[in-house]
């Protein structure tokens, strides 16, 4: 039976929650194959995650160890495909919750990275599993500056074989998931030495555990690195190399080769590798950040109209949180972040499948402007919505902070997204050397690339919104975010070049800079969210009452960062005081009616209770219920060796006297 | 051998780290006591927390009795009393991480609540641990709302007795700690009703469990309500009453009594009552705030001069992250903040030993204030210093990702704060609602208390910096921020008054204001943190280059604040863009000077390295070293059966055929 608190909420959603979810999902046939997916997924007692806040660090590896090979069994039954439309639904409805993701990697680099013979050779034994692989790369003391990382190969000609060594302890390979514990294989990126000369960071396939027994082979060193904020599930590895020798034939050699003699050869384009990495992060967008945004938005949400506390109007029952204008400040613009997200993503995914027929025809001209586009949303994206999984945490108050609400994981494992594929603040830099870029060619009319051509376009002219409605138009608040990433990227260019005339040295001058590059380069992202959600939202079919309530949440995404950081627009005098006023106005107004169609909104996501794994997001809304049944299923309610030990002793007075 | 990256650090100090460490703790003395708690907990091996990253909440929990049990006999040994002035360092040196904290919280409110009787009978046999006492407030539906909660306790003349339930799953009690698991007493909150009538919640002392087997007594259910994001240590507990009988004499009666025929009386004024939650408040602020943030930054700033990562300059060697304009932008704000809210905390202690000396003259006059500005406080400093031990985090990259850096257990403690003792929100709505009634007040020419006396003081004039430099200067920026708090009520207070006169109802004229109060009660907790130190700095000796640092970071805590919030300034011509941007000016500058003084600033913080218990933050900093010695340690570096049953069949090929 479903609280009735929460069933009210969902009788008078203003447009159809079956629609939306079919927008959500790129059309209702994609809908039918996600739930099949998740009913075969759900309906297996081996994918269960329901003991998963009680388990251990190694409780969890086995099980994802369990899982990872059960998956392969299932697929096979399925008749599920690695190609097939099913597979992108698989992972979510695992939750990523399974091991041999890393596997994945090792695979793919061997693809991109190896010649056809390398890859004729590895990756049937990998999609056998006749071995684990993984992915070597980060050091203990190297992660973002590739060029920095210590690890040596050097070339043997008398055997024909690469000697690899991490000469110091900050060679060290640190962090490689699958490799802790289960890869018998990896990929190392290592300095590649000939004859005594430095040729700079190549992969090598290296065997590091027996396929028999699983023993570490001669020469190597490896372990798990130990506890961390999430992922216990993952065998996050550390490996030293002694003089480990692999032959000739593992350099993966699809761009550069060792011949038998030394000679180093280059070939090809190596351009496509900078595409790998936009590959990555367009694709972690959707999977491992706008996933448990939505997720943190559902629970925190139905929890909100389920919680009563304290009395709005006096005399009346005790008010559901999500009425008070508070709570749904919190709230309703990470919902609307995540719709305004969804759809960026399905921009950058778009722009991104434009791009790679392009590279196809050996064209790379959209390359610049797809790694910035990439790099910035990485950036933006997985900051915002960790700060917005944080803000739906704190808004559930002390059950927010039990693990058995599902918060505490989703956050702690979305905040590991800043860090990894790129730290945000060097990405954040490198979106905005690209506009610094482009804008220095704009203004000396050279042509750029589209998404930056309103850099081009310097207007002096003032916001014209007249009244607080003005500012519900798409056209006047895109405006004003247009406006503030230019001025911003202006402005930062201007002290760049006024700092390098002064006799300030080009890489301090840029240093000196940086805060004011990584503003501009979050104000162009911004700017084409915004942009791009009012397009999308001009576009969407008028029935069902899905374009209005998308206008909505546009309208609240595009207020919501106005009435957060009012200085941006205030700055030159675009918008006057009397303007942000109206913007405050419009945005606590907006507040107020998306939260009539609060749980409709989040019910679209289309949630199982068992992929929210929460006690106050389930669907029936029976908060109180499930928490305490959980909590009595966990081990901390088995009996204590501590009252024994220590407090009958204490209580009984009999501890050797103090 | 300390890392000569961090040597070379501490040789270029502009001030006497000792003599900033003795300004901290209130005089040399104070340190010299300090020191010898921390030595004397710090080489008894009971109070090692080593293994605490690796420990499950079952080991966790045992840990922390054990050590609670011993500690009786170490204060015993060391001949430190709990009135003694070892005290206070005790359970910092203890990083919290003891149990029986709720058994103390017991004894007090028996002391404040109890008659004269009752203090006899109880508080000796609790001092003497015959047994163990926690408070049961906190119920699974009712936190905030005192008034709301459901657990009732009806008196039976006939027995002379009161029989106490939980009629319903919302009324069970939740999350007191010490009780899940330890406690054998608790005082229950209850609503009292006699002869059918309800008096509201009083409170209880209950036996919950058997002082002879710790068999729960009959009509009681507790136990231990699961994982949460931290606090493995604590058995927060849950309760469930069902017609439990307890004497008359057990509701604690300092106030009201319940006379044997059932009339009730109601002696003496219960406003102290009131204080006791202003003194949690406070007394939670250095301990649980402010200690993570110092120890957050310390290890966040050690770590940034030894990791060295990319290059600032071409063909130089890769440089230290603290020379990154970025990494300062994250980190040295949040030092400042750390010293700002230290001298805050003295403020207040101040504050709140004058209001003591008055209360116990029976003038209770100085309560609201002191309400106002603890709440008020309570609020600003524990988020303000939760977001900032994230930032240290995320500042740290994947390291600050690992347990073994310390850092995710700091983040996932403090963050406890916001919610505990008055969430957050609702404190600062209390505060806000003081502002509002003070301006009130001082507007129509009544007196209201020293701390919001300025807000009389309406000043329409205009910011008078004339360039950057000025912006170094107290007077300009104190002045600024007391102008956005007056304005910020001041036009709360117009808005809320327009509601109401348009004929919106007064609780609902509140609500729709409540984001916009908010936002003028972080700006008077702003402006006062800013004033105070301030002026702190004044007073401060010129010697051993004391006062000039603290001025800087004095400089740099009010400069962040205008740079990350410019709207607020510019809103209504207060400030000019231009001389917003020498704001932003002068706090680039500032980073940089800091920046050369970071170190010496965290070592001022004396922390030992076990308090720290961090890979990445010791003395030392020999940060690769530290990871892989600890992550060789961890339970996931023994065999896993994974292998036998997963991994050895799918590499070989014997799972039953795919």
Redesign the interface.
Known sequence: SVNPDLASERQTASFSVEKLTALLDGGAEQTRIRRAVVEAIESDPVFSRENQ??Q???ER??AA??K??HL??KM?EMGWTENGPEYKYIYRALSGDVAFLLHRVFMRSISVLGSDKQIATWIPLAT?????GSYAQ?E??????LQ?LETTAVFDTATQEFILNTPK??A?K??PGDM???A?HTVVFAQLYIHGKCYGIHPFIVQIRS?QD?SLCPGITA???????NFEHI?NG?LLLKNVRIPRENMLSKFCEVRPDGTYVRQGSQKINYFTMTTVRISLISDEVLTPLMKACTIAIRYSVV????????GEQ?AKIL?????Q??LLPQLAAAYAFHFTNDYLQELFNRGYREIQKKNFDMLPELHALSSGFKAVITQHCTAGV?ICL?AC??H?????SGL?SLY?KI??S???EG?N?ILL?QTARFLIKCFMAASAGQPVPPSVTYLAAVKHRKCPAKNKLDFLSPDIYTEAYQHVAVRLTSSTAAKLQDLIQSGV?K??AW??????L?QAAKAHCHYIAVKNFAETVEKLETKAGIQKIMKHLCDLFALHGMFS?????????YAS?AQ?DMV?ASY?DLLAVIRKDAVPLVDAFDFTDQSLNSALGSYDGQV??R??E?????????M????E???????H?T??K?
Chains 1, 2 share one sequence.
């Open positions: 806040y009680f251990t660090q190694n590896y086995e160890v369990r990872a090979v392969q069994k096979h056998q599993h006749k071995l684990i980060t203990l003391g190297h992660g973002t500056y920095g302890i900050s060290m640190w962090w802790g514990r289960s018998t396929l699983h372990g798990d690195i130990g506890p961390k904020m065998d550390y919680r009563r506390q304290s009395k709005l109007k006096p005790e009425d008070y204008q508070t709570q400040e919190k944080e704190r108050g002390g927010g902070y039990s693990l058995l505490p702690t905040l590991a800043c860090i990894y730290e603040t830099l040295k890489h301090d240093n000196q800079c940086t805060v004011q990584v950081n009012t200085g941006a627009f205030l700055h030159d005098g005081a942000m405050t606590l109180y219920q928490l305490y959980w909590a009595q299923k966990s081990p901390t309610n088995q204590s060796p501590a009252y030990r220590y407090l009958k002793p204490l209580l007075n501890l050797s103090l």
